[in-house]
């Protein structure tokens, strides 16, 4: 009886685990969806001339592009490895195998965004700041994302 007990709290448990990891395999694809969102709508937009300057709106994109900084390194721990994101696009397991280098990218990102914050004050700041931003999502994702 006890046995039977320790094994169903020993299921239970992982269970939990994987649970827990599924859901930060779903955190990572809502934190990029949120920064292609505010990149694409807001900050390029903005940039293109398909939306009027709005300051306030463009510190928002700005702080959840900068939350996304700091929230990334966290999401692609170990544990993750291996299981499969929903949508077109799959963390490459480079990231595990060259965490230095995931973790260096993450790092020129987040400076990117917080030198864009200081700069981006007018139109044309934006233009030409928001170049700097775009680079390192793109360096990352050459380098560590896959397509589904
Ligand atoms: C440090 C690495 C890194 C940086 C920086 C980064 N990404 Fe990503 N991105 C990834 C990885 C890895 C994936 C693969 C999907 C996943 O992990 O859930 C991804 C996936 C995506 C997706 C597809 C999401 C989906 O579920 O289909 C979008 C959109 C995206 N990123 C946008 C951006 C934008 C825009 C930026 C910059 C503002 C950015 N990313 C910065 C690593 C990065």
């Known amino acids: 009886m006890i046995r039977g ?5 020993t299921l239970l448990l992982g269970v939990g685990v994987v649970a827990a990891q599924q859901d930060l395999v779903a955190q990572r694809s809502a934190l990029m969806k949120a920064n292609g969102k505010n990149l694409g709508t ?3 937009a903005t940039a293109k001339g398909d939306k009027p300057y709005d300051q306030a709106a463009i510190d928002a994109a700005l702080n959840v592009l900068d939350d996304s900084a700091k929230k990334m390194g966290a999401l692609y721990v170990d544990s993750t490895k291996g299981l499969k994101a929903e949508g077109d696009f799959q963390p490459s397991p480079k990231i595990w195998e060259n965490k230095a280098g995931f973790d260096a990218e993450v790092a020129a990102f987040g400076k990117a965004v917080t030198e864009a914050k200081a700069k981006i004050k007018d139109l044309d700041s934006l233009k030409a700041t928001l170049p700097t931003i775009g680079k390192q999502c793109g360096s990352c994702h050459e380098g ?3 397509k589904s």
Do not use: D, K, T, Y
């Open 144 to 146: 560590f994302r896959l």
């Open 42 to 44: 807001v900050l390029s």
């Open 5 to 9: 007990v320790v094994i169903v709290g």
